[in-house]
C-alpha cells in the first residue's frame, strides 16, 4: 500500500531512534530480509545477488545507495551512519514506497558483525576509511572504498597487505578509471603515438571559499555518535561553524583538496606515466591563501613528483581563476575543474573531465578524440571482480589506490613540514623543466590575481622530501612520523 511522506519519514525516525536506543538488529528496518537471507546461506555464493551494505551516507556515500540500486546483480541490504539524518534523507529519496527498506545500522562495528552482507562500500570522512576497510576485510567482506583510500601513506600499504592476505577484493572509488572514454584515451596515452610520457599534469582548480572563522565548537547534529565519527581520531569536537563535509579542510580528518578533489587526477597522471612506485623526490609549495578561517591544509598547493625519468605536477587551486590557464597548448578549451595532461615527445594528450579525452600533435593536429562513460562502470566493474575472486580484475584494485593516494599524503607531509617563504620562492626540484616553470609562473600570477595579502595568509615553501619506493620511507625522520597517525585506544590500524 502506498504510504504519505509524512507517515514514512516519522517511520524512519522511529526506527531510527529504535536503534539508537540499542535495540537489536532484527527490530531494524529490512530486518525481514536480513532473516529470510541469512536462513537461506551464511555463504555469499550461493545466494543470487551480492548483498551490499553502504557506509557513511551524508555526502557521496548517497551517490553509492543510487548505484547500488541501479545494478541488478547487487541487493542493498543495509545502510550505516552514525548520523541517523543521513538515512532518513537517504529513505524520503529512495524508499518512499518501499515496505522494506534497507536497514539502518548506527554503528559499523555492528554492521560488519552481519552475515547476511558480503560486500560494503565506504564513504566516511577520510580518517574512517583505512580502518573501517580493514575491519570489513577481517570480517569476510569485499571493500569498495572511496578517494583517498588512506588518510596517510601507511594505512594504503597496510590495507594492500590485508587484501592479499585475506583473498579480498578491495577497490578505490575514482570511478573515471573504469568510465570508457578515459580508458580508451588512457590505451592511446600508452600506445606511443604521442612519444615516450615523460610529465604527467594533475589539475584541480575548484573554487573553495572560507568555511568561516568561529570560536566554538561545531554543533552536533541530533542523535550523532560523535564518538563513532571520530573513531581513530582525537574525541574532541571541532571549531567550525559546521561538522559535515568541512572535515575535509581539517588535517586531523581530511588532506585538503590534494586529498580530497586530486586523488582523482593523481591517479590518472600516474596511471598515463606508467609508475607502479612512489616516486623518489618530492616537493610541495603552498597554502591556504586569501582568507582566514577555521581550516588548516592548503587551499592553493602545487606539488612536484619526480621519478628517474618522469615528472608527474600536481596543481590545486580553491581561489577563483579570473584568467584562463592553457599552459601554452594550441588546441582544447582553458583549463577549468579537474582535468589532466600528458606530454609525449611527440605530442599531448588532455583529458578535461573524468569520461573524455583528445590528442594532438604539436603543430596542432588532432590524432584521437574519445568519450563515454558513467559512474556505474566503476561499481559494476567491483561486482564483477567478487564474482571472479581475482583483484587483477579490478579497474583500481586498493595497491594502485594505494600509491595513488600516498602521491596527496607525501605532497602534504612535505608543505607540513615547510616555511613561510614571499611570493616568487621556488624550490629546487626540477627547475629546469618547461612544465615546470610554466607552473609556477602561472601559479603566481593567479596568486597576485586574487590580490592574496601574504603577511596575513602565509605562502609555505615545503621540504624536499627523498623516498625509498622500496620501503616507502623518507630519509627524513620528521617526514615518516607523519607517514602515519596516532590511533585512538580501540580504533588502532590493525597490523598484518
Known amino acids: 500500500m502506498p504510504i504519505s511522506r509524512r507517515d514514512f519519514v516519522e517511520t524512519a525516525l522511529t526506527l531510527a531512534a529504535a536503534s539508537l536506543a540499542g535495540m537489536p538488529a532484527s527490530t531494524s528496518v529490512g530486518a525481514e530480509a536480513e532473516s529470510a537471507s541469512s536462513a537461506a546461506s551464511g555463504n555469499s555464493r550461493n545466494v543470487p545477488k551480492i548483498r551490499v551494505a553502504a557506509i557513511g551516507v551524508n555526502g557521496q556515500g548517497g551517490l553509492h545507495v543510487g548505484e547500488w540500486l541501479a545494478n541488478p546483480d547487487v541487493e542493498l541490504v543495509a545502510v ?11 529513505c524520503e529519496k529512495y524508499f518512499k514506497n518501499s515496505l522494506h527498506p534497507p536497514a539502518y545500522v548506527q554503528d559499523v562495528r555492528r554492521l560488519l558483525d552481519r552475515k547476511d552482507i558480503d560486500a560494503v562500500s565506504i564513504a566516511t570522512p ?15 567482506k569485499d571493500v569498495y572504498v572511496e578517494k583517498p583510500c588512506s588518510h596517510n601513506v601507511l594505512e594504503g600499504r597496510v590495507m594492500t597487505q590485508w587484501a592479499r592476505k585475506l583473498g579480498r577484493m578491495c577497490q578505490m572509488g575514482v570511478q573515471s578509471r573504469s568510465m570508457t572514454g578515459m580508458r580508451q584515451a588512457l590505451d592511446f596515452v600508452k600506445s606511443g603515438k604521442i612519444g615516450d ?9 575548484r573554487n573553495r571559499p572560507s568555511i568561516g572563522l568561529v570560536d566554538t565548537p561545531a554543533p552536533i547534529p541530533p542523535g550523532l555518535d560523535f564518538d563513532l565519527w571520530a573513531g581513530p581520531a582525537p574525541a574532541e569536537v571541532p571549531t567550525r561553524k559546521k561538522l559535515h563535509y568541512d572535515w575535509h579542510w581539517n588535517h586531523v580528518t581530511g588532506n585538503g583538496d590534494l586529498g580530497n578533489q586530486n586523488p582523482h587526477e593523481l591517479d590518472k597522471a600516474r596511471w ?14 603552498g597554502g591556504r591563501l586569501g582568507y582566514i578561517d577555521n581550516g588548516d591544509t592548503a587551499n592553493s598547493q602545487v606539488t612536484i613528483y619526480q621519478w628517474d625519468d618522469a615528472l608527474l605536477i600536481s596543481d590545486v587551486r580553491g581561489l577563483p581563476i579570473k584568467t584562463p590557464v592553457t599552459f601554452g597548448l594550441k588546441n582544447g578549451s582553458p583549463f577549468a575543474g579537474a582535468c589532466n595532461v600528458w606530454y609525449g615527445t611527440k605530442g599531448f594528450a588532455v ?8 590528442a594532438f ?4 593536429n588532432e590524432l584521437g578524440k ?6 556505474q562502470q566503476h561499481f ?3 561486482v564483477t571482480a567478487i564474482k571472479s575472486r581475482n583483484h587483477k580484475d579490478l579497474h583500481l584494485d586498493i595497491e594502485d589506490g594505494h600509491l595513488s593516494s600516498a602521491l596527496a599524503h607525501l605532497g602534504n607531509v612535505s608543505w607540513a613540514l615547510g616555511q613561510a617563504v614571499p611570493l616568487g620562492t621556488r624550490p629546487t626540484l626540477a627547475t629546469t623543466d618547461k612544465h615546470v616553470a610554466d607552473t609556477w609562473d602561472s601559479f603566481e600570477a593567479y596568486c597576485k590575481e586574487d590580490n592574496v595579502d601574504f603577511d596575513t595568509t602565509k605562502l609555505t615553501l615545503g621540504r624536499e622530501l627523498t623516498i625509498d619506493p622500496k620501503t616507502e620511507r623518507s630519509t627524513d625522520d620528521e617526514a615518516n612520523r607523519l607517514f602515519t597517525r596516532e590511533y585512538r585506544k580501540g580504533f588502532e590500524l590493525p597490523r598484518v
Open 351 to 358: 583529458a578535461p573531465n573524468y569520461t573524455s579525452g583528445a
Open 361 to 364: 600533435d604539436y603543430d596542432g
Open 126 to 140: 577520510n580518517h574512517w576509511h583505512a580502518l573501517m576497510a580493514i575491519w570489513a576485510m577481517q570480517s569476510g
Open 197 to 205: 610520457v615523460k610529465v604527467a599534469r594533475a589539475i584541480c582548480y
Open 272 to 285: 598515463g606515466l606508467g609508475k607502479q612506485e612512489l616516486p623518489k623526490r618530492v616537493v610541495s609549495v
Open 380 to 382: 559494476a566493474n567491483f
Open 370 to 375: 574519445w568519450s563515454g562513460g558513467s559512474y
Open 80 to 90: 550505516c551512519d552514525c548520523d541517523p539524518s543521513a538515512y532518513v534523507r537517504l
